[in-house]
Structure formats: structure tokens, C-alpha cells
T-cell receptor, first 113, second 113 residues
Framework: DTGVSQNPRHKITKRGQNVTFRCDPI?????LYWYRQTLGQGPEFLTY????????KSRLLSDRFSAERPKGSFSTLEIQRTEQGDSAMYLC???????????FGPGTRLTVT | AQKVTQAQTEISVVEKEDVTLDCVYE???????LFWYKQPPSGELVFLIR??????QNEISGRYSWNFQKSTSSFNFTITASQVVDSAVYFC??????????FGAGTTVTVRA
């Protein structure tokens, strides 16, 4: 039983560069969530999908953030023109629809220099 | 608005002691779910339990037990006879608006041998 996977695990980038992270959910999980976690805090909800439909994006931190799930399987989170404040752990989770518990991936740690 | 408060930032115990983690939540929803997750030093969030707001029965799973009291909006977590492997950050979370999660800031538990 394969869990949620995320790539890359670590990303170091210079301010102003674009970055893209990938999340592969547990197969058959139709819900996929993105969260951000900063040091000493709990994860903060960013956006989520049901199959290929993005159900909410108002919590994305700015218009520099965007996410896709083109075929209802893997998802990508892109940050354009990165800023130092974007440095954080970006977590992906998946679940079966509705009240199913969310299973988290190992995260992508972003460092913006 | 949904809010989860974990007032204890850090707890340190000696192995075999019991430790109780407090979680207080705020929500206007009548139906909601509460969760506990464990984040060990490796960083990956591990699902521990989900509780429906209509089910106030306490639950025990091995050395873990949970006490849900709707009257005080609390969902506390006890580890009995703690072990070094229990050292981690523990997060309480509340589902809101179509099952997105709002997390508390976490409690760091350190179990000393």
C-alpha cells in the first residue's frame, strides 16, 4: 500500500525564481489537499481538489501560488517569483471523499535565499 | 470561525509516565470531526484518530486514549506509560467547511529514558 509521495523533498531556490512541487496521492483517493507548515506551527490549509476540480483557492497565499490536478491523479503546486517568506514545508494530503481522514506525504521543504 | 488551541507548547516526561495533551476547539458547525496527528522527528504527519461530533464515547487504542467532551469543547489525548518512541509533535485538528482541516499549533512531547 503506497502512501502519499511528494517530490522534491527539499528545494533551495533564489528569490524571484519559480518553483513547482509534485504530489502523488494514494491511488483511489479522490480528494487532494495542499497545506503549508512554518516552523513551530500547525499546517495551514491552502487549497484542495476533488478529482480534477479545484474546489477552493481563496486560501492560496497570493496570486503567485497556483495548483493543478489535471487528470485527477497527481497534483502540482507552483510558486512564481518566490520570496523569502515563502520558505516553509509544503504538505500534500489525500483522502477518500467527505469525512475520510487525510493521509499526509513527507512534505517538500522550500528554502528561498 | 474555526479555531483549535493547544495551550501546552512542550511537555517533558520520563519514560513510563502518563502524559495528557489538551485540545480546545471553537466552531459554529453542528457537525464536525476532530483529529489527532503525530509528527515524529522524521517530519511526516501520522493520522491517529478521527472523532465525529455526535460520538462522545471515549476511545482507547493500546496506550492511547482520547476524551471528547462537547460541553467544554475539548478533545484531550492521553499516552499511558510513555515510551521514547512517543517523542514527537502532536497536533489536534478540526474539520470545517467540506472537511478541510484547521490545526492547532502543536504540543512537543519529549520522553526521556
Amino acid at each position: 500500500d503506497t502512501g502519499v509521495s511528494q517530490n522534491p523533498r527539499h528545494k533551495i531556490t533564489k528569490r524571484g525564481q519559480n518553483v513547482t512541487f509534485r504530489c502523488d496521492p494514494i491511488s483511489e483517493h479522490n480528494r487532494l489537499y495542499w497545506y503549508r507548515q512554518t516552523l513551530g506551527q500547525g499546517p495551514e490549509f491552502l487549497t484542495y481538489f476533488q478529482n480534477e476540480a479545484q474546489l477552493e483557492k481563496s486560501r492560496l497565499l497570493s496570486d503567485r501560488f497556483s495548483a493543478e490536478r489535471p487528470k485527477g491523479s497527481f497534483s502540482t503546486l507552483e510558486i512564481q517569483r518566490t520570496e523569502q517568506g515563502d520558505s516553509a514545508m509544503y504538505l500534500c494530503a489525500s483522502s477518500l471523499r467527505l469525512s475520510g481522514e487525510q493521509y499526509f506525504g513527507p512534505g517538500t521543504r522550500l528554502t528561498v535565499t | 470561525a474555526q479555531k483549535v488551541t493547544q495551550a501546552q507548547t512542550e511537555i517533558s516526561v520520563v519514560e513510563k509516565e502518563d502524559v495528557t495533551l489538551d485540545c480546545v476547539y471553537e466552531t459554529r458547525d453542528t457537525t464536525y470531526y476532530l483529529f489527532w496527528y503525530k509528527q515524529p522527528p522524521s517530519g511526516e504527519l501520522v493520522f491517529l484518530i478521527r472523532r465525529n461530533s455526535f460520538d462522545e464515547q471515549n476511545e482507547i487504542s493500546g496506550r492511547y486514549s482520547w476524551n471528547f467532551q462537547k460541553s467544554t469543547s475539548s478533545f484531550n489525548f492521553t499516552i499511558t506509560a510513555s515510551q521514547v518512541v512517543d517523542s514527537a509533535v502532536y497536533f489536534c485538528a478540526l474539520s470545517w467547511d467540506d472537511y478541510k482541516l484547521s490545526f492547532g499549533a502543536g504540543t512537543t512531547v519529549t520522553v526521556r529514558a
